[in-house]
T-cell receptor
């Protein structure tokens, strides 16, 4: 079974802090993704990566950056957290761009 | 532009009823994939099915079935004899291959509530 793990289920940070969300997959997938999910707005893609050190902006990249130094790990970085970044963050991976994505359990981030 | 519409925001049924979740998509691509995901109250999205644009055959998996019709750009999902454990938010999604990667365009989701 594909396993996608995220470093925390719940996280509380203060405005202005630098926040790292980590995601690891164990199936040698090429593609990895970061989404945020908010009530009424559905899932929105923040960034994705189709190879090590490669990244592409999604629909809402502002305020975020990503890092993929190793194939299995994809990190989402909030350089200076703001209250409007309070959300559920979901990581996913897929073998190729045509394949299904497998999701992690999510990190519920609260910025106060 | 790519778009997925799930017009039903919420559906409530009583256990053992059949229920159909609608999904309509828009794309200019000739090759694409469609997906359904389930998000139970625990929050983790669970992959249910992937269907490519060249295969219009309906699919059945236990109590779940999917009806793909290119003529109407729809990919509907039916649960037969619903159970309380089917209560979840269900998302339909469309693939968009972008450069060497790919991303999914999700619908807004349909929240299904199955009451005992």
């Amino acid at each position: 079974d594909v396993k996608v793990t995220q470093s925390s289920r719940y996280l509380v940070k203060r405005t202005g802090e630098k926040v790292f969300l980590e995601c690891v997959q164990d199936m040698d997938h090429e593609n990895m993704f970061w989404y945020r999910q908010d009530p009424g707005l559905g899932l929105r893609l923040i960034y994705f990566s189709y190879d090590v050190k490669m990244k592409e902006k999604g629909d809402i990249p502002e305020g975020y950056s990503v890092s993929r130094e190793k194939k299995e790990r994809f990190s989402l970085i909030l350089e200076s957290a703001s209250t409007n970044q309070t959300s559920m963050y979901l990581c996913a991976s897929s073998l190729t761009g045509w394949n299904e994505q497998y999701f992690g359990p999510g990190t519920r981030l609260t910025v106060t | 532009a790519q778009k997925v519409t799930q017009a039903q925001t919420e559906i409530s049924v009583v256990e053992k009823e059949d229920v159909t979740l609608d999904c309509v998509y828009e794309t200019r691509d000739t090759t694409y994939y469609l997906f359904w995901y389930k998000q139970p109250p625990s929050g983790e999205l669970v992959f249910l099915i992937r269907r490519n644009s060249f295969d219009e055959q309906n699919e059945i998996s236990g109590r779940y079935s999917w009806n793909f019709q290119k003529s109407t750009s729809s990919f509907n999902f039916t649960i037969t004899a619903s159970q309380v454990v089917d209560s979840a938010v269900y998302f339909c999604a469309l693939s968009e291959v972008y450069n060497q990667g790919g991303k999914l365009i999700f619908g807004q989701g349909t929240e299904l509530s199955v009451k005992p």
